[in-house]
């Protein structure tokens, strides 16, 4: 067995490793480390939606209507009742792919024509291709990657009123929802009022959606499935090329072992590694020495980078990459990198079947090889990472 401390995670957090499932910091708020418990968080009814942002929209006027990430209880579980269709594995398969599969080649060939490209372009048309799909972004003006590119910049600046950069960041931000309200969403809304389609726009008219609710969703959509697909694709070719072995056996491997694969590589490297909730009623947090009492209205993070690396769920050597490891418990081979229990991120399969379907064509080149070394940046609200300035070179040199 490995040392306890040996890991390949290619993303350091700074982070010492947590000693007890649960702990309190010292303004009151918990945090928690161990996978059963956090598992057991994210499935409670008697929490809402914290962080990522919901300070924010809970500043909207109340007749708005909130995307579904920031929704609880009912009226979240009828809306992803009624977008499931979108993210079944028959969709997945038969509708999805076939895009999939041409963006992959269209990015393949460009990488063999110019002989080099960077990985976060290639993994961020694909995602951004598949997503616009499923939200019905089709009808957007040139230059959707460049307002997303700035929508979701690799540093966020705080928004405010009584500093310049503040005021920078205010201007900023409220310029870009509106070049991408214009130029993508307007464009879309239009199109889908005089021919139903079906996706997520023409589900939210249904719904009697107003334009401003529509952006708001489309936007909670681009971030949780283009940016952090991103990433993903990024970290897995990482691990790809720094390890010949594991390499090796991603090419070898049929599609069901090379997804596997990646849901191990996302399980050890988790894009969004904080995920917050809010208690609405007193808790009951399972602990050593009997358990923590969380007092309504108190904040809960699960820190999921920690969660999935508990030996008592995911087994021996939790920092080191076992594609054949078995979960204890859980929702899958990821462990709780997608979430768990209502907020579970519904795009999952679709977000592992577009690394693989990028990658495993990707590495089929002769001679690839990745260039430079990969710079990581953090955003701390979320635990998450950008890696940048991983290139990718087709040679016939060593």
């Not at 009814?45 to 209507?65: C, H, M, Y």
């Not at 951004?128 to 997303?148: A, N």
């Not at 239009?190 to 959606?209: N, T």
Request: charged share 30%.
């Amino acid at each position: 067995m490995a040392d306890a401390q040996e890991t390949v995670r290619k993303v350091d957090r700074g982070r010492e490793r947590p000693r007890c499932p649960v702990s309190r910091t010292a303004d009151g708020s918990w945090q928690v480390h161990g996978y059963a418990v956090a598992r057991e968080v994210l499935r409670a009814t008697d929490t809402v939606q914290a962080g990522l942002g919901i300070e924010t929209v809970e500043k909207l006027p109340s007749r708005i209507r909130r995307p579904v990430l920031y929704q609880d209880g009912a009226e979240h579980r009828e809306q992803r009742r009624r977008t499931a269709r979108f993210f079944t594995p028959r969709r997945v398969d038969g509708h999805y792919r076939e895009l999939m599969v041409r963006v992959a080649e269209e990015q393949v060939a460009a990488v063999r024509a110019a002989g080099t490209a960077r990985l976060s372009d290639l993994s961020f048309t694909m995602a951004i291709e598949v997503v616009r799909d499923i939200i019905g972004l089709r009808h957007s003006r040139p230059g959707l990657k460049d307002r997303l590119e700035r929508f979701f910049p690799e540093k966020f600046g705080s928004p405010g009123l009584t500093s310049a950069r503040g005021l920078y960041w205010l201007v900023r931000q409220n310029a870009n929802w509106l070049r991408i309200h214009l130029a993508d969403v307007r464009p879309a809304i239009r199109a889908h009022r005089r021919e139903e389609r079906d996706d997520l726009i023409s589900h939210l008219l249904s719904d009697g959606c107003s334009d401003a609710e529509i952006l708001g969703e489309c936007l909670t959509y681009a971030a949780a499935g283009m940016v952090t697909t991103r990433e993903f694709i990024c970290v897995a070719a990482w691990h790809l090329f720094d390890d010949p072995r594991l390499l090796a056996r991603y090419r070898a491997a049929a599609e069901a072992e090379r997804l596997g694969l990646l849901q191990e590589i996302l399980r050890l490297e988790p894009v969004v590694a904080r995920l917050s909730r809010r208690a609405t009623a007193p808790l009951e947090l399972p602990t050593p020495d009997g358990g923590a009492r969380v007092r309504p209205g108190e904040l809960i993070t699960v820190f999921v980078d920690e969660a999935n690396a508990d030996p008592e769920a995911v087994g021996h050597d939790p920092h080191l990459l076992r594609p054949d490891r078995v979960l204890g418990q859980g929702p899958g081979a990821a462990g709780l990198a997608f979430g768990d229990g209502p907020h579970r991120c519904p795009g999952a399969a679709v977000a592992v079947l577009e690394a693989d379907v990028l990658l495993s064509r990707l590495f089929a080149l002769d001679g690839l090889r990745m260039t430079g070394r990969p710079r990581v940046s953090f955003k701390d609200d979320i635990g998450g990472y950008a890696i940048r300035d991983l290139t990718v070179t087709v040679s016939e040199g060593p």
